[in-house]
């Protein structure tokens, strides 16, 4: 398995749908999990952070799955502007590496 | 008041220069990052420091040097440029326990020709 593996889309989605992506990772200490976002030709952004528990952010909710190794994305009611690369980032702790994948383009279609 | 600036912008040299990008942030972090995003998007750690000790170092050619002369401030000096080096070179910045995330520049855009 690849240390951070994500589906490269893209996914063309009509405005208005729910759209969700999925990351694996092979690192099962792995300590934190993030996803961020990134436009073109622009520096990635912090999206959110990902726990165990799940986490809502307006339309957007996060999902770590530390049996499988795999984290998801759900994005409610996309918006245009939703339209970006998405990167699910692995973080090792202090004495591991942080690994982005790399990552899901997403096209919102109006 | 931007929190990570790099600079320049852009870059573009000719192979074998030596060229330096500067990175400084405002955030109050203890550690730096620079990352390199080549053509493909691949966006992949080069180097950490942590309050100016060097702390992540992956496999990238010792004509990468990094130099962090406080923990607000961590430049790049690439010697001996070569076309494969073009890419775009983001510097990062987060608290030591990266539990929050880490806050990116805007990017260097560096061509090679």
């Known amino acids: 398995r690849k240390e951070v593996e994500q589906d490269p889309g893209p996914f063309n989605v009509p405005e208005g749908a729910t759209v969700a992506f999925n990351c694996t990772y092979s690192n099962s200490a792995s300590q934190s999990f993030f996803w961020y976002r990134q436009d073109c030709r622009k520096e990635p952004k912090l999206l959110m952070s990902v726990y165990s528990s799940g986490n809502e952010d307006g339309r957007f909710t996060a999902q770590l799955n530390r049996a499988s190794q795999y984290i998801s994305l759900l994005i409610r009611d996309s918006k245009l502007s939703d339209s970006a690369t998405y990167l699910c980032v692995v973080d090792g702790g202090l004495d591991d590496k942080i690994i982005f994948g790399k990552g899901t383009r997403l096209h919102i279609l109006p | 008041d931007t929190a990570v600036s790099q600079t320049p912008k852009y870059l573009v040299t000719q192979m074998g220069n030596d060229k330096s990008i500067k990175c400084e942030q405002n955030?109050?972090?203890?550690?730096m990052y620079w990352y390199k995003q080549d053509s493909k998007k691949f966006l992949k750690i080069m180097f950490s420091y942590n309050n100016k000790e060097l702390i992540i170092n992956e496999t990238v050619p010792n004509r990468f040097s990094p130099k962090s002369p406080d923990k607000a401030h961590l430049n790049l000096h690439i010697n001996s440029l070569e076309l494969g080096d073009s890419a775009v070179y983001f510097c990062a910045s987060s608290q030591v326990d990266r539990n929050y995330g880490y806050t990116f520049g805007s990017g260097t855009r560096l061509t090679v020709v």
């Open positions: 955030l109050g972090h203890d550690t």
